[in-house]
């Protein structure tokens, strides 16, 4: 993901004059741009005195690399295509940013595909490190990203495997039948994400309380809280203080 940090508009007599609307796509050429925020952690009436408000930042997604990828990554490439057949229908796309491979695969050939991974001699990525969640609210249809990292021992690498699925369907495999320490990541991406990983052995809360309300982690949860009290006096959660503006 990049976030492209646009300049700050001048001020004039000391007080800053709002920002110009931007075009996401012609911030970002060659991806996808997904989203358009203003202000820092894109928090609003929060009462921010710091100048951060006036942010404009276009959040975008690198498009799909061609080949060739470089250094092994065409190997490893050439590899998965040679020990898992459906190669062609399972990779919607393969991004090669920031010197890290990523296959963007459906979601429904993702267990096959991580077997090929693990068990094939020339690739043997013998160990999954996890799986995080991410929220794309504007993006339609692919609102919600399940971002897997695996480890090589054998060959000293790394690949990064992405599913991509909409916010009304929010299903995909569990993978604890091929890696079973994705056990506890998978169930913390539910907690914080609503990802629901089918045939996962007990998906339930791992963080918040077993009936807690949502998904803390989703950019559509409210940023309350609770009120802190300090000195004997009560400070308010985020949503509720006072705002300067």
């Not at 990802?195 to 940023?223: C, E, N, S």
Request: glycine fraction near 8%; charge should be negative; hydrophobic fraction near 35%.
């Amino acid at each position: 993901m990049t976030e492209t940090n646009l300049p700050e508009p001048a001020a004039s007599g000391g007080i800053a004059t709002p920002a110009p609307a931007v075009d996401p796509d012609a911030a970002y050429v060659g991806g996808e741009a997904v989203a358009q925020r203003r202000g820092m952690f894109a928090a609003r009436g929060s009462g921010d005195t710091s100048g951060y408000g006036l942010l404009q930042r276009v959040v975008s997604l690198p498009g799909a690399s061609a080949r060739p990828y470089g250094g092994t990554f065409d190997e490893t490439a050439d590899a998965l295509a040679a020990a898992y057949p459906a190669y062609g229908e399972a990779v919607e796309a393969v991004v090669v940013e920031h010197d890290e491979l990523t296959f963007h695969v459906r979601r429904e050939h993702l267990l096959e595909f991580v077997q090929a991974l693990r068990d094939d001699p020339t690739l043997r990525f013998e160990m999954c490190m996890g799986v995080s969640g991410v929220h794309f609210p504007e993006q339609t249809g692919r609102e919600l990203h399940a971002v897997y990292h695996f480890l090589s021992i054998t060959h000293n690498r790394r690949v990064r495997v992405e599913v991509s699925v909409p916010d009304t369907d929010r299903h995909l495999p569990s993978i604890v039948s091929v890696y079973p320490t994705c056990d506890w990541h998978e169930r913390e991406t539910w907690d914080f994400f609503g990802l629901v990983f089918d045939g996962h052995p007990a998906l339930t809360r791992i963080m918040m309380p077993d009936d807690w309300p949502g998904h803390p982690q989703r950019k559509d949860y409210p940023l309350g809280g609770i009120p802190v009290e300090y000195k004997g006096a009560e400070i308010p959660p985020p949503d509720q203080r006072r705002a300067y503006t």
